[in-house]
């Protein structure tokens, strides 16, 4: 089944839950202090926090196929307040899209790109696994 079948929001919903029962998918203790972009004020409230941005990074991976850190960053990064001064774009924080890929890693669902391009790229694995969320 294509995962674009079903609404964006659903899918990631859904592929959170499962992400929670794998063991490498473990929300570290320092993600509860750091702020998910330089942009951003304060850490995030949600509880499900680090499988939501898990699910939401497995996805781009499915869709762009060979996805790297610096691409995710400015993926997730967002326009700063400086205060009277204009608001200006600040990429996302790499140290946590990072671990996320090196959890993926060793749960088997991606691997290192060998092509011309570096980044990450989903195993076969992984794209059952993603095709395989209802």
Not at 2 to 25: D, G, T, V
């Amino acid at each position: 089944m294509s995962i674009y079948k079903i609404s964006h929001n659903e899918f990631n919903e859904k592929l959170a839950e499962a992400l929670k029962q794998i063991p490498e998918f473990e929300m570290p203790e320092w993600a509860v202090f750091v702020k998910t972009s330089v942009a951003k004020e304060r850490p995030p409230q949600d509880e499900d926090f680090w499988y939501k941005r898990a699910a939401s990074i497995l996805k781009q991976l499915y869709i762009h196929e060979i996805v790297g850190v610096n691409r995710m960053k400015t993926r997730y990064g967002g326009k700063k307040d400086r205060g009277a001064r204009k608001s200006k774009f600040r990429k996302g924080s790499g140290k946590i899209i990072r671990t996320i890929l090196q959890q993926a890693e060793a749960a088997g669902f991606a691997e290192k790109a060998k092509e011309k391009r570096s980044g990450r790229k989903l195993t076969d694995y992984g794209k059952k696994f993603l095709e395989d969320i209802k």
